[in-house]
């Protein structure tokens, strides 16, 4: 499914402090393909936030990062090795209150997981933002959302931005945990493409940015029509599509 009922909004400053924002969900196959092509992508999407999956994590993974960031004039905010792949990147328009990698619970025989966080501030507003990537294994997806869940309640901010790689379906119960908690963006204002695996031929949703309710969404999907992105650049930037969300976040106190 695709719509696009209208442009997606740029990033701007309201009146009231309030930020619009774009953010980005990419899972980037630890930059195996075509770096040029998912280069070209991200710099299109023109994002202020991005949550990065299957990041390097192993030899010169800050070499890397930071090519990546350089290519798409971005920075790079956390993430990476120590959070066992998933990794933010932010535009100049962020400031960095703090930010943590954490790592959750190794199954054995299974991958590592973990999660990049920050908190942030752009304009007037300040957010929490999350970059995951999920188990392939139910069970473990499941209690993986739980701490997920957790780790947000505890970064104490009045906003929150989750997004990332599930690994499952909208129908799946780690997913269905997510959405019960916060807005699914695409479910709640879709725009563009929903499926997002794989990118010759999507048929699965399982890349997804999630909001908390205070934040108004004004358009979430896969940015396949937005100007200067391909289809050949999706298909050869690396095996998933990315998730382009715009919202506006209130202004502090």
């Not at 899972?27 to 992508?41: I, W, Y």
């Not at 994590?57 to 800050?62: D, E």
């Not at 959405?179 to 699965?204: I, L, M, S, Y």
Request: charged fraction near 20%.
């Amino acid at each position: 499914m695709v719509t696009t009922p209208m442009p997606l909004p740029d990033s701007r400053t309201e009146p009231d402090g309030s930020a619009v924002i774009r953010v980005l969900s990419y899972n980037v196959r630890s930059l195996r393909d075509d770096t040029e092509a998912l280069a070209r992508v991200i710099r299109a999407c023109a994002p202020d936030l991005v949550c990065v999956q299957e990041a390097p994590r192993f030899f010169r993974w800050r070499k890397a990062a930071a090519r990546l960031a350089a290519m798409t004039d971005l920075v790079v905010l956390g993430g990476g090795a120590p959070a066992a792949g998933p990794l933010l990147l932010c535009s100049l328009r962020a400031t960095v209150e703090r930010t943590e990698d954490v790592l959750l619970p190794l199954t054995p025989g299974l991958h590592r997981r973990g999660l990049a966080t920050a908190v942030v501030g752009i304009a007037g507003a300040r957010l929490g933002v999350v970059s995951c990537h999920l188990s392939l294994r139910r069970e473990e997806r499941l209690a993986q959302t739980g701490l997920l869940l957790d780790r947000v309640e505890a970064m104490g901010v009045p906003h929150a931005v989750v997004a990332g790689d599930l690994n499952d379906v909208p129908r799946g119960k780690a997913f269905q945990r997510l959405a019960g908690r916060f807005q699914d963006c695409w479910a709640v204002r879709p725009w563009g493409g929903e499926h997002t695996f794989p990118p010759h031929a999507p048929a699965k949703r399982i890349d997804a940015v999630f909001a908390t309710g205070g934040i108004e969404v004004l358009g979430c999907g896969v940015p396949a029509a937005l100007p200067g992105i391909t289809d050949a650049d999706l298909r050869s930037a690396t095996d998933h599509l990315p998730v382009l969300a715009a919202l506006r976040v209130p202004a502090g106190a």
